[in-house]
């Protein structure tokens, strides 16, 4: 009987033995399956956060490009030093456009202290006819900068007597100075 009750708790023991080693291989297969699905959640949250992310930016892009007519219309209403050059041909070719001559005195930057203006002020001188003088002055309003007119006169070159307007055959000067308020400055410098 001994040896029935030694085969016996032998063969409890392998069974449970196998038993044992069927749920550790088990338990082993259900932790590394939990693990993948962690792995494979995470792995849907950063696509799902990609493809947020492209979309997002897609309509990023076609809003850009909606208001890119805007932000360059808005943008070119401003200058910095470098564009002061672009604004003097604009003031020349308007003078051309309206067959008067200009003459630029001075021009000088603003630094806004002092309750001065932070613009660039240019000062000029225009002669030619007064209906070419009143045309730049009305092509001057309509430039797409904001500009301040400080002071401006217009007369006519010689004194105001008959024979000398008509020697002077319609030669007015107008003096100007205006400053260009749309004018950025660099905070660098």
Not at 72 to 94: C, P, S
Not at 135 to 158: A, D, G, M, T
Not at 170 to 181: C, D, K, P, Q, Y
């Amino acid at each position: 009987m001994k040896l029935k009750n030694k085969k016996l708790i032998i063969s409890f023991f392998l069974v449970g033995l196998a038993n044992l080693s069927v749920f550790a291989v088990w338990f082993y297969l259900f932790s590394a399956i939990g693990a993948q699905r962690e792995k494979i959640n995470e792995s849907r949250s950063v696509l799902a956060l990609a493809e947020r992310r492209v979309v997002e930016s897609r309509t990023l892009k076609v809003f850009m490009d909606g208001i890119e007519k805007e932000r360059t219309r808005v943008g070119g209403v401003f200058l910095d030093k470098k564009d002061i050059v672009k604004f003097i041909e604009a003031l020349e070719n308007l003078s051309r456009q309206t067959d008067t001559a200009l003459k630029l005195k001075t021009i000088t930057i603003g630094n806004g202290g002092n309750g001065g203006s932070g613009g660039v002020n240019f000062r000029f001188t225009l002669s030619g006819k007064f209906s070419g003088i009143s045309r730049y002055i009305s092509l001057l309003e309509n430039f797409p900068y904001q500009i301040i007119v400080k002071k401006s006169y217009i007369q006519l070159n010689e004194k105001n007597t008959l024979a000398r307007r008509e020697r002077a055959q319609g030669r007015w000067s107008a003096n100007f100075e205006i400053v260009l308020s749309s004018f950025i400055q660099d905070e660098k410098n």
